[in-house]
Structures are given as structure tokens and as C-alpha cells.
């Protein structure tokens, strides 16, 4: 198919690609793809009052009819997913089936708010006054603001809208610079969506395109109470705080530095597919991706052979191929810093198999090997989040040392171990054990489903997002007390007869 084909397969027209000042490239060959139109800063307070008027009629419509906006939209990602998902792939570089399994990634987490929509359940808690009932309820809070990265350019708007919509609040979303496309694809699903749910208000979903000046509107914004940001953690250095500081609710996903620990028991096997997918699936670009590799002295040379092996075969090239299971890094920019890790571990006293750019038999893009890094201790280069298939072999002896080495990395996200020893497993899993937000028994870090709270700790940021309980974060809490009672006795046995 054509890069033209696709974009307008995916409801793209012309007056969405040309004319505007943002230019997007397909990170396949380089290609122009579009001159988008940015959204201008002037107008941010425009439609951040818009939010706030459909706001006041949202939170009103009942919960089971905000569902029914939810269960059409993912409707319309069913019937869309072929293309959005190829532009995902042109837009990003993902993979066709990657592609794809980002979109079905928003079609579960619609299937999930859908029965979420009746399921916004409070409390009743018993009362230590006669005659009165307590209650905990949840309401609507507010315009939520999503700033989404490239990396997962669609499904983790999806996360946050999903709910953000059932628990009664509009939603304004800033996507990556590098990713508009698949943005403005998505928001025609969702156009199709309220088209068909009727009576929607007017700035229920908002996007808007554009750089921190965008971003930086929604996150001074009183009139956004939540903040829901992916990205790098410098990035959430600045927005937490500024959101705090105006007493909105950050709701952070940033960096991670995942680790797997692979014991004496592992089966290899297993092994060795969890970490090639954990590693080098989406070209080591998910937050969640591989980036650690923890291994018992007894099973390292084993493991290590097992993975050159394994790495050498890997199919790199147009991520649209069949059979192809690295696509490019997202620009150039990427490339070079992962040249420049590469450089520096090396320099702590690293032995690097892999990761050279690719140029020959690709069309022009940032291609790489994966690298494989056989590193002497945890370094401060290993201690960073590099964007880019680079994994790190780190060995232990005992046990607790490779609990120890996998929470000693500044960030929280994900963590896993391979083991067949029920003690390791448990103990990796127990409040001794993982210090992350994901901690997995004989699967990869990456690849989470939508049932589960993501997110992690330390410098990943805290938030969660998307199933479990993540849907409190876009409500707010409120406990009432009523007195059915002819009598006005006071808590805790206080006296205060006038
Ligand atoms: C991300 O990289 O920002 O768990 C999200 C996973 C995916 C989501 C990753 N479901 O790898």
C-alpha cells in the first residue's frame, strides 16, 4: 500500500495533511507524510472553557449512557482496526501486528469502561452514631488532560479517555508532536462515535496539536483538575509539580528501566522468547520494554550464547513486511542517542554485541541491530532509560543481590523473574521483593493487558491508569453522613449541649 493509501484509508484528507506548520515524517523512509495544522496557543483558553461547559451537562448524563459513548467508540475501533493499526505502523514504525494490537489494546480498554459504566460503586460504612448512615460516592471531577507520547500514540489516550468519559469528564488531548496523524485518525473514530451516540455536548473530546506551549496550557489550567502525562521523566519532573503547585492531580507514566531475573531453575526456553520479545519488540521503544537482564553465574554463559544466537536471526527492515520483527527507531535522534549509551557503556568496561545502524538492504531510516551489553556492575549508564533495543547483562550469586539490583535503578515500572523455584517466585512478588508498579512470574515485563492498574513508582511517577481501580484517579471522592435520627449526637462522644 501507498503511505497516500493509508493515510486516507485511515480517514485522512488533504485539508488534515498540507497546509499547516507541523511536518511528519514516516520513520518507514523518511517520507513526508503531512504539513499539520497546529492548534495555536491563543485559542487554548477557548476550548479549555469548552470542556467546562460540556462538563456541567456531562456529569449529569447517567453512567450507563456515558457507557453507551464508550461501547460505540469501541465499535467503530473494531470496525477501523485494519487501518488505523497501518498507521500506527506508518506513523510509528511499529510492526503490522504490533499496529494492531495497539488498537485492540483501545478496543479492550472500551470493553472495560463499557461495564465499569455500571459499576462506579461507592461505599456504605457503618456509622458509631445512632440513626445515621455513612456513604463514600463518586462524582464526575472535571476536563481531564491527556499528553500522550509516541511510543503507544493512540492506545494510551484511549486508557485515559475510556474512563475519563464513563466517570462523566471531557477529555483534552495533546498528543506527541512526532505522532499527530494517528491522532487526528483517531478522533474521526470517535467523531463517528458521538455522531451516532446523538446528544453528546459540544467539547466532550477535544485534540489539539502543538508543543510545550499546548502542553503547557493544559497543565496551568485550574480548570483541568487532571493531568494525565506519558513520557520521559524529565518531562514529569516539570508537569507534576506545576499540576500540584495549582492543586490539580498529576497522573504520571514516565520512565522505566525494567529488569528481568533469570534463575538457576528458568526454563530457557521460556526464557529466551520473553526477553527477545521484551527487548527488541517495538524496537525497545515501550516504556515497559526489556532493559535488564539479571542472570544466576551458574546459567549466564548458557543464556548469553542462546541470545547472540538468537539475535543474529532477527528479521530488521519495513516494519510493514511479513516476517519483519524490528522496525526503525522513531528519528535519527534516537538512533544517535543510543549510539552514544552504547559509547558510554563500553567506557564503564561493557562488552557490546549488536548495535550498529543499519543501512544497507532498509530504505532511509534509523535502523539499528540490537544491542546486547554485557555489563561488569550497574553503572550509571545502565541506571538511565535509553529508548532503544539495548539490554543490559548484569550477573549475581546469591539471591537477595538480584532483588537488590533490580530495585537499584531510579525508576519503578516493570519487573519480572524466570524461575521455577516457588520461594524466589513468591519472595519476588512479596513486599521484600519487586519495588515496581508490574512484577511478573515467567513472562516479560512489556505486553501488560488493560485489566490490570498500569504504572509504577519512584521516578516512573506513581499514576496508574487503566483497569483495576485506576478509574478513581478521574472522580472525586465524597463521604456524606446523614442523620435520620431526631437527635444531633456528636462524633467521638464529644459534648457541646448549649
Ligand atoms: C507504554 O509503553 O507507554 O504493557 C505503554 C505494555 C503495553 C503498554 C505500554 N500494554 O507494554
Not at 445512632?130 to 509516541?150: C, D, K, L, N, Y
Not at 504520571?252 to 538457576?264: K, Q, R, T
Not at 539495548?390 to 550469586?397: G, N, R, S
Request: contains cysteine; charged residues 20%.
Amino acid at each position: 500500500m501507498t503511505h497516500s493509501a493509508t493515510l486516507a484509508a485511515a480517514g485522512l484528507t488533504p485539508a488534515d495533511l498540507t497546509g499547516g506548520t507541523l511536518t511528519v515524517r514516516s520513520p518507514i523512509d523518511g517520507a513526508d507524510l503531512a504539513r499539520v495544522h497546529e492548534t495555536p496557543a491563543s485559542e487554548m483558553p477557548v476550548l479549555i472553557a469548552r470542556a467546562k461547559s460540556a462538563f456541567t451537562q456531562w456529569r449529569t448524563v447517567p453512567a450507563p449512557r456515558r457507557g453507551e459513548l464508550v461501547r460505540l467508540l469501541g465499535e467503530e475501533l473494531r470496525a477501523a482496526k485494519a487501518d488505523l493499526g497501518a498507521l500506527v505502523t506508518l506513523e510509528v514504525g511499529k510492526i503490522t501486528s504490533e499496529g494492531l494490537g495497539e488498537v485492540q489494546e483501545m478496543i479492550d480498554i472500551c470493553d472495560f469502561a463499557v461495564g465499569l459504566s455500571r459499576q462506579l460503586y461507592g461505599l456504605t460504612i457503618a456509622s458509631e452514631r445512632p440513626g445515621h448512615r455513612m456513604a463514600e460516592t463518586w462524582h464526575p471531577i472535571g476536563p481531564v488532560g491527556v499528553i500522550s507520547a509516541f511510543n503507544f500514540p493512540v492506545a494510551v489516550w484511549s486508557w485515559n479517555a475510556a474512563l475519563a468519559l464513563v466517570c462523566g469528564n471531557p477529555v483534552i488531548w495533546k498528543p506527541s508532536e512526532k505522532t499527530p496523524l494517528t491522532a487526528i485518525a483517531t478522533m474521526r473514530i470517535m467523531e463517528r462515535a458521538l455522531a451516532r451516540f446523538g446528544d453528546a455536548p459540544q467539547g466532550l473530546c477535544q485534540l489539539v496539536i502543538g508543543g510545550p506551549e499546548i502542553g503547557a496550557a493544559l497543565v496551568d489550567s485550574p480548570d483541568v483538575p487532571v493531568l494525565s502525562a506519558t513520557g520521559s521523566t524529565r518531562m514529569g519532573g516539570i508537569v507534576g509539580p506545576k499540576v500540584a503547585a495549582r492543586w490539580g492531580r498529576p497522573i504520571l507514566e514516565l520512565g522505566g528501566n525494567n529488569a528481568m531475573i533469570v534463575a538457576p531453575s528458568a526454563d530457557l526456553d521460556m526464557a529466551v522468547r520473553a526477553i527477545v520479545f521484551g527487548a527488541v519488540g517495538t524496537a525497545g521503544q515501550r516504556c515497559t520494554s526489556l532493559r535488564r537482564l539479571i542472570v544466576h553465574r551458574s546459567i549466564r554463559d548458557d543464556l548469553v550464547a542462546r541470545l547472540t544466537k538468537a539475535y543474529a536471526s532477527l528479521p530488521i527492515g519495513d516494519p510493514r513486511a511479513e516476517g519483519t520483527l524490528i522496525g526503525p527507531l522513531i528519528d535519527e535522534a534516537a538512533r544517535d542517542r543510543m549510539m552514544h549509551q552504547l559509547t558510554r557503556a563500553r567506557a564503564d568496561g561493557g562488552t557490546v554485541h549488536g548495535g550498529q545502524p543499519v543501512t544497507q538492504g532498509v530504505s532511509p531510516g534509523a535502523y539499528v541491530t540490537p544491542a546486547l551489553v554485557e555489563m561488569p556492575a550497574q553503572t550509571a549508564t545502565v541506571r538511565e532509560e535509553t529508548f532503544a533495543p539495548i539490554l543490559y547483562v548484569l550477573t549475581y550469586d546469591a539471591f537477595d543481590d538480584a532483588i537488590a539490583l533490580q530495585n537499584d535503578v531510579p525508576q519503578g515500572l516493570s519487573s519480572c523473574i524466570f524461575t521455577l523455584n516457588l520461594r524466589e517466585a513468591e519472595t519476588f512478588l512479596s513486599a521484600a521483593g519487586s519495588d515496581c508498579g508490574i512484577a511478573n512470574v515467567n513472562i516479560g515485563p512489556s505486553g501488560a493487558e488493560i485489566g490490570g492498574a498500569f504504572g509504577g513508582e519512584k521516578e516512573t511517577g506513581g499514576g496508574r491508569e487503566s483497569g483495576s481501580d485506576a478509574w478513581k484517579g478521574y472522580m472525586r471522592r465524597q463521604t456524606s453522613t446523614v442523620n435520620y435520627s431526631a437527635h444531633l449526637p456528636l462524633a467521638q462522644g464529644v459534648r457541646f449541649d448549649l
